[in-house]
C-alpha cells in the first residue's frame, strides 16, 4: 500500500473511531479491537462483538503519555518512572481512572489500565481521531490472540468495521500489567516486558494474593483464557504421541517423530523470538484438524514467564 492509500484508509479509520465504529487495530503486542472509550455505546459494540463478558475490564490505548488527564485522575511518580522507561511498549498501568472513563471499560472498577502502543500506524491513527480508545485483543473472548490482520479477519469478520494491517505483531504476546498503588508496584498479569527489567528499574514488584471467586483487576487475568479451539495439555516429557496429535516447543526435540504437526517456536531458544511466533504458530497447530495439542513449558525466565501464563491458561479449558 501507498503512503496515499495508509493515510486515507487511516482516515477512513478515525472517522470510524469517532463515530462509535470498531477498528482492528495492529500494536507490537496482538492486534486489538479498538472502540472510543469515552463513549459507554462504542465500548458496548466492543463487549458484543467479542462475546465478552462485562466483568472483564479492557486496556485503554493513548497517543503518548501526555494524554493520561484525559482517562486517569493521577498519575504518581512511580508510573512516570515506569512510562519514561517502558513507554511507548507492552506496559499497561493500572491507576484511579477519571470521571470521563465510562465504567462499562473498567467493568465498575475505580481503576483502569492505560498504555501506549509502540506501533506507528496506530499511533497515527490516535492522533487523527484525537481520541483514546479502549482496545483489547481482536478475537472471540478467551480464544487465542490475532498477532496478523488475517487472524482478526478470519475470528470476526464483518463484527469489524475497518481492520488496519500493521503486519505481523512485533512482540506478539499481551502487555505486562502492573497495578500501581503510591510507590508500590503488583504484578497482574506477564507479559511484553520481563519482569526482571523491571525490577531493575524500581525494585520488588508484589504478587497479588486473589482467589479464583476474585473479580478480575485486569485483562487477561481468568484462569481459562487465551486458547485453542483443540484442546491443549502442557507436558514435562514427551510421551508417544497420540493419533493426529500437534506439538508446541521453544526449540526441536529429538522424540518430536510421530506428531501429525510441529511447531518450533525458536531454533536457538531466543525466548523474545519465541515470543513473537507464539500465538501464530497456535493458530496454525489449532487450523490442522488435531485431536490434541501437546506443548513443553518454557524456561521460567524473561519472557518465558509470560509465555507459561498463556500455556497455563489455554491448558485450563
Known amino acids: 500500500m501507498n503512503a496515499a492509500d495508509q493515510t486515507t484508509e487511516l482516515q477512513q479509520a478515525a472517522e470510524m473511531l ?63 518512572r515506569l512510562a519514561d522507561r517502558f513507554w511507548p511498549g507492552p506496559l499497561t498501568l493500572i491507576l ?25 500506524l496506530t499511533q497515527r491513527l490516535l492522533r487523527l481521531a484525537d481520541l483514546p480508545v479502549a482496545a483489547p485483543s481482536a478475537n472471540p473472548f478467551g480464544r487465542l490472540s490475532p498477532t496478523t490482520a488475517e487472524h482478526v479477519r478470519q475470528q470476526l469478520g464483518d463484527r469489524v468495521d475497518v481492520i488496519l494491517d500493521g503486519g505481523p505483531c512485533r512482540v506478539g504476546v499481551e502487555s505486562t500489567i502492573l497495578g500501581i498503588h503510591g510507590d508500590q508496584a503488583t504484578l497482574l498479569r506477564p507479559g511484553g516486558i520481563p519482569l526482571e527489567e523491571i525490577e531493575a528499574l524500581i525494585g520488588p514488584v508484589q504478587r497479588p494474593e486473589r482467589s479464583l471467586q476474585d473479580k478480575p483487576m485486569a485483562p487477561g487475568m481468568l484462569d481459562s483464557h487465551y486458547a485453542p479451539r483443540t484442546p491443549l495439555k502442557i507436558v514435562e516429557v514427551l510421551p508417544s504421541p497420540p493419533l493426529r496429535a500437534g506439538l508446541l516447543a521453544l526449540t526441536a526435540d529429538a522424540n518430536a517423530s510421530g506428531f501429525a504437526a510441529v511447531e518450533v517456536l525458536s531454533p536457538s531458544g531466543d525466548l523474545i523470538e519465541a515470543a513473537a511466533n507464539f500465538f501464530q504458530a497456535l493458530h496454525r ?14 524456561p521460567d525466565r524473561g519472557l518465558g514467564r509470560a509465555l507459561n501464563d498463556r500455556l497455563r491458561r489455554a491448558a485450563n479449558q
Do not use: C, M
Open 18 to 80: 469517532k463515530s462509535g465504529g470498531l477498528v482492528g487495530i495492529p500494536t507490537e503486542t496482538v492486534y486489538g479491537l479498538a472502540a472510543n472509550a469515552l463513549d459507554p455505546r462504542a465500548v458496548a459494540r466492543i463487549f458484543a462483538a467479542k462475546d465478552r463478558p462485562f466483568f472483564d475490564p479492557l486496556i485503554v490505548h493513548l497517543a503518548d503519555v501526555s494524554w493520561w488527564p484525559r482517562v486517569v485522575s493521577e498519575f504518581p511518580p512511580l508510573a512516570r
Open 285 to 298: 497447530l489449532d487450523q490442522a484438524r488435531l485431536q490434541v495439542i501437546l506443548a513443553l513449558p518454557f
Open 96 to 120: 484511579p481512572k477519571s470521571d470521563a472513563v465510562p465504567d462499562l471499560v473498567t467493568s465498575g472498577l475505580p481503576t483502569v489500565g492505560i498504555r501506549v502502543p509502540d506501533h506507528s
